[in-house]
């Protein structure tokens, strides 16, 4: 694997996991948010990752012989359907449903806050990867002068 090979999967790791930081910042952001643009309380989005494809014959029989990767990129960005909305009852609320309930976003402060401390913390490792190949590059170029 190549210098620069090694780069491109940190950059891209650090370019999936600045988005998934992005994504928790607007469900921390809509946390309270009871009425989107159709009508119902903001559902929890979250960010899948797939392996980023190969390009040509030489990727995929490099990635067959080894267990080095291409890099990440996001798949897509789904809405939690599975976590139940928070049901509260304030009936002076201007979203109250006919039985003076508030459905609030299934967005969890806490889950949040643990999965941007975890989102940091990956983009912190790509970030030292990309640095230590850096390093080892240029140290390599110094030998040669």
Request: proline share 4%; with cysteine; hydrophobic share 35%.
């Amino acid at each position: 694997m190549s210098a620069f090979s090694a780069m491109d999967i940190s950059s891209s790791g650090m370019t999936a996991q600045r988005l998934r930081t992005d994504i928790i910042a607007q469900n921390i952001a809509n946390v309270n948010t009871t009425r989107d643009k159709n009508g119902e309380p903001y559902k929890r989005k979250t960010v899948v990752f797939e392996e980023k494809p190969s390009n040509c014959f030489s990727d995929y029989l490099s990635v067959a012989s080894s267990s080095i990767g291409n890099g990440v990129k996001v798949s897509s960005i789904v809405e939690d359907n599975l976590t139940p909305m928070t049901k509260v009852y304030d009936p002076s609320h201007p979203d109250a449903d006919e039985d003076g309930y508030v459905y609030y976003p299934n967005v969890n402060t806490v889950t949040e806050m643990t999965n941007l401390i975890d989102a940091s913390r990956a983009y912190e490792a790509n970030v030292t990867a990309f640095n230590a190949t850096k390093s080892m590059t240029t140290q390599a170029l110094q030998i040669g002068k």
